[in-house]
């Protein structure tokens, strides 16, 4: 059975840092797409950045939301099935719940890889909140 667990949440003030990490276990090949999304009170689901690999050789393809392009940078250990999410220059509109999502297996082609209806797991969610 997939799991996703995320960890690294926690409150920072503006301008400060924050990594999460999102393993993973139950796959027998890690998913090609893993992203992050994020959910303030109120408000739809988001995605804020996914991954994809390609084959072996370490080539990614990597999309961010307009709203966090060059602050936040996303990353994968294939070795450890571990997915990341480096955040700088927090914003207090950065607090949300961030999820870790990824697809089922052997799904290897996204029509919106920021779409979160094309992910089939989810983990529980880590608070993220930034004060001003």
């Known amino acids: 059975q997939v799991a996703l667990v995320e960890s690294g949440g926690g409150s920072v003030q503006a301008g400060g840092s924050l990594r999460l990490s999102c393993a993973a276990s139950?796959?027998?090949?890690?998913?090609?797409?893993m992203g992050w999304f994020r959910q303030a009170p109120g408000k739809e689901r988001e995605g804020v950045a996914t991954?994809?690999?390609?084959?072996?050789?370490?080539?990614?393809?990597?999309y961010y939301a307009d709203s966090v392009k060059d602050r936040f940078t996303i990353s994968r250990d294939n070795a450890k099935n571990t997915m990341y999410l480096q955040m700088d220059s927090l914003k207090p509109e950065d607090t949300a719940m961030y999820y870790c999502?990824?697809?089922?297996?052997?799904?290897?082609?996204?029509?919106?890889?920021?779409?979160?209806?094309?992910?089939?797991?989810w983990g529980q969610g880590t608070q993220v909140t930034v004060s001003s």
């Open positions: 999502a990824a697809v089922s297996a052997g799904r290897s082609f996204l029509v919106s890889p920021l779409s979160s209806g094309e992910y089939a797991y």
């Open positions: 139950g796959y027998t090949s890690f998913p090609k797409y």
């Open positions: 991954i994809r690999t390609y084959g072996t050789d370490g080539a990614y393809g990597i």
